[in-house]
C-alpha cells in the first residue's frame, strides 16, 4: 500500500530541519552554497556523492563535519595503489589460544558514512569491492555476506587533474553515485573571510542536529513527497532523449555521446527532486526539482565520444543541451 501523502505542514516542518542542517554546513564550506545544497540533497535522498574538485578546497572537511551534525559513526578511508579489498571490507584473522578459530574482523565500510578519499588512487579490485556496498548495502568475504549499517552513505573524493598513478572509475561504479558534484574554486573574498576568521584554518565547532530517528523520520517524509505523473513523465523523457539512439535526442546528444544514462538516473532523479522539494516545504516534485538536480545527476552517467574532447565538450555541457532541448510538457 501507498505511504499517506505528506501534508504542507508537515513538509514546511520537515524543510526547517533539513535547512539547519545545511546552514551548519555553509559554515564550514564557505561561499560554497550550492554543493551544500546537493549534498544535502543527496543525504536526504540517501545516495552516495562524488566529489570532484582540486586539492584542498574543504572535500574531506565537508565529509566529517555532516558525520558530526548527523551524529553517525564516521570512517575514512585513504585510497592508495597498494590498498587491498580486505582492507575496506574487513577479514578473517585467527585468534585464540590452544583452539584457534578464524574471526570476522570489520573493515571500515562497516560505517554509516564512509569518505572514500582520493579514491581513483586504488586499483581496480579494491575499486569493485565498494560495488556491493553502494548498492546492496552489504559486503561479502568468503562466501559470507554481512549488512552494512542502516543507514550507509559513501563520500568519495577525487581530483580531476592529477591522472599519474589513478585508475579512472568504471562507468558502472560511477553510475552507483546519486551526484557527482563539481567543487569550484573560492575567490579573494571567500579567502579573506578564510584568513580572518579561522585559525590555521581549523573549521567551527559543530553539535548534532539529528539524532538516529529525527533522520529516520527525515527520510520517511521524503518518502512521502508526491511525484506527480507530468513530473514522472519529463524525468522518463529526459532520460531517454540522453541516448544518441533515440529520435528525441537533441543534436548534441547525437554528435557528443556513445552512451546515455541508464534507468538508474531516473531514480536518482525521482529520489534528488523528492528531496529538494522537501528541502522547499513543499510535498509534491515540480519541473524546477528535477531540472536542478539534472546536472548532478546526470554529468557522471553520459559516456561521451571521442568528438568531444576534439571539440572540448564536456558532460555538463551536453547536459545543459538536453535541458534545454527537453520540453517540460510535450508539445504535442
Known sequence: ?????????????????????????????????????????????????????????????????????????????QFTPDLLPGDITGTYVLEGEGRRDFVFREGPLFASLVLADEINRSSPKTQAALLEAMQERRVTVLGQTRA????????????????????????????????????????????????????????????????????????????????????????????????????????????FVRYGASPRAALALAAAGRARALMRGRPNVGFDDVVAAAPAALNHRLVLAYEASLEKVSASDVVGALLQAVPEVPRD
Open 1 to 77: 500500500m501507498a505511504a499517506e501523502l505528506l501534508s504542507p505542514a508537515e513538509a514546511q516542518g520537515a524543510a526547517e530541519v533539513a535547512n539547519q542542517l545545511k546552514a551548519r554546513l555553509d559554515t564550514v564550506m564557505l561561499d560554497q552554497q550550492t554543493v551544500v545544497e546537493q549534498v544535502v540533497m543527496a543525504v536526504l535522498a540517501r545516495g552516495h556523492v562524488l566529489l570532484e574538485g582540486l586539492p584542498g578546497l574543504g572535500k574531506t572537511e565537508l565529509c566529517k563535519s555532516l558525520a558530526k551534525l548527523l551524529a553517525l559513526p564516521f570512517r575514512r578511508i
Open 148 to 255: 552494512l549499517p542502516d543507514p550507509f552513505f559513501v563520500l568519495a573524493t577525487q581530483n580531476p587533474i592529477e591522472l599519474e598513478g589513478t585508475y579512472p572509475l568504471p562507468e558502472a561504479q560511477l553510475d552507483r553515485f546519486l551526484f557527482r558534484i563539481q567543487v569550484p574554486p573560492v575567490g579573494a573574498k571567500t579567502l579573506r573571510a578564510l584568513l580572518t576568521t579561522r585559525v590555521r584554518g581549523a573549521p567551527p565547532e559543530l553539535s548534532p542536529v539529528l539524532d538516529a530517528d529525527g533522520l529516520a523520520r527525515l527520510f520517511a517524509a521524503v518518502d512521502r513527497v508526491h511525484l506527480p505523473g507530468p513530473v514522472a513523465d519529463f524525468i522518463g523523457r529526459l532520460v531517454e532523449a540522453s541516448d544518441p539512439r533515440q529520435a528525441s535526442a537533441p543534436e548534441a546528444v547525437r554528435r
